[in-house]
């Protein structure tokens, strides 16, 4: 997110949960804001949206291997976050098993998929979309969509991060905003969204 507001930059830190998802607040003005959409959804700044920049996702030795000379940086955290808290928080996402209190955040879950699936989630002017991880991973990897009249293609590297791109450009600017995100999270932000399924594929390449 782009943390300017009428030309005035704002600075944020993660003040709670709310529908499962991290809330965000401005120090200067006490407004809440979705840390997915960049929207304000309560106090002053209400209704106002954060411009959003896609970025891509990798891991730290991948983007070694990229940049040898890359510097990495490192919040330093305090020892019993280090050994107790984290430990703990990495055991909860490995299993997907939600912590305590939890559940208990969100307004209402959508039960078309399981909670704690894991995939890609598009948003375009028109169509929010979610495509199962296990759904990309059945078919080898990658599939393949049309969106907004746009074939698009949604692949996971070795590592399993996504990667998004539309089949009718060479622009690398020209992407879809997407995100690699839990079920839960996504459907919460985008009630009613879409759901990739393996047959939308094998349709379209009949049709082809």
Known sequence: MVPVIDGKELHFFCVGVYDGLAILQDRETGSYWNHITGECVYGPLKGKKMDSLLLGQMTAGQ?????????????????FRRLVIQPVMNWFGKFGIYPPGFKKTMVKRDHRLPDMMSGVGIMT???????????IEKSGGEV????????VSISVDEDGFPDVNYEDTDDWEDVPQYLYTRWYGFALTYPGCEIYRESEEKKESSAS
């Open 125 to 135: 002017g028109n169509v929010k979309k979610f495509y199962p991880i296990d759904a």
């Open 144 to 151: 393949r969509d049309i969106l907004d009249g746009r074939p």
């Open 63 to 79: 983007a070694l291997e990229r940049w040898p000379d890359l510097r990495l940086a490192l919040s330093k955290q305090p020892l």
